[in-house]
């Protein structure tokens, strides 16, 4: 099936950084370099060890290695985000035309995009002023990548043909199914989780308390509109995101707390 993009030839090869949270040997990030393999040069920089939940950070108290895989991929001894960072802004001749971070593993949806080292790859790549998709499948199984490997290579050759006329950041979500079974694109909002579920404590075998993060709550705001619902019910959520985490609607009630209203 189609999900609603028409697809022409790119005019002019396009450069294609590649990144994610998983690690340079994921699956998901081999089924991406292989979807986009024909749309122009593409470029992987990842990490070299699964980083799954590193949000923004970036390595600032020692030195990265950069290394190169047998299979010509390079790797970095740090976050997602330092991989886009370093690519940009000390590996690449030319900064890339656009930033792709996946495919994850499970999916990146509502307060999830807070933590993902994979929205945070294609956050970095936002910020230093290059348009950027974050691209997800929505289990954790992990049948069908090649649909979301699809979906990608959709989205980054309607970028080519129609590219946007300010910088934007997409964060996509696709369902684990087969590509004809998708029932098409809707743009979503974030939607929201519950609480996370308490902490597991375990005692290694020198009797200390071992603590794991628990698991994430149920989703909370998942109604239509959302990209929980989007997913849920058949379609690929893509939502555009922002970095602006000023809370508008609290600026006056702060300035009243404060007393620095006359």
């Known amino acids: 099936m189609s999900v609603g993009f028409q697809i022409f030839p790119a005019l002019t090869p396009m450069r294609i950084l590649l990144s994610n949270d998983d690690g340079y040997f994921a699956p998901g990030l081999a089924q991406l370099a292989t979807s986009l393999a024909d749309l122009g040069e593409i470029m992987v920089v990842a990490p070299e060890l699964n980083r799954s939940g590193a949000s923004n950070s970036l390595t600032l108290d020692r030195p990265m290695h950069l290394?190169?895989?047998?299979?010509?991929?390079m790797y970095v001894s740090g976050t997602p985000s330092d991989c886009v960072h370093l690519a940009v802004t000390g590996v690449l001749d030319h900064q890339p035309d656009m930033v792709v971070s996946g495919i994850n593993l499970g999916a990146n949806m509502g307060d999830d995009t807070i933590y993902s080292g994979t929205v945070a790859a294609a956050t970095e790549g936002y910020?230093?002023?290059v348009p950027s998709i974050s691209i997800s499948l929505g289990s954790f199984e992990g049948r069908h990548f090649a649909t979301a490997g699809r979906v990608a290579r959709e989205l980054v050759q309607r970028f080519s043909d129609?590219?946007?006329?300010?910088?934007i950041l997409l964060n996509v979500n696709v369902p684990d199914v087969p590509y004809e079974e998708l029932r098409g694109i809707q743009v979503t909002r974030l939607g929201r989780r519950h609480k996370a579920e308490?902490?597991?404590?375990?005692v290694s075998p020198r009797g200390e308390t071992l603590y794991w993060i628990g698991a994430a709550g149920p989703a909370a705001d998942a109604g239509e509109g959302t990209d929980f619902h989007a997913v849920e019910h058949g379609w690929v959520s893509v939502t555009p995101l922002q970095i602006d985490l000023t809370h508008a609607a609290q600026l006056a009630g702060v300035r009243s707390w404060l007393k620095l209203d006359k």
């Not at 308490?198 to 375990?202: D, G, I, L, Q, T």
Request: positive net charge; without cysteine.
């Open 162 to 167: 129609t590219p946007f006329a300010e910088p």
């Open 198 to 202: 308490p902490a597991v404590k375990s």
């Open 127 to 129: 910020l230093l002023g």
């Open 67 to 73: 290394r190169r895989a047998s299979n010509g991929y």
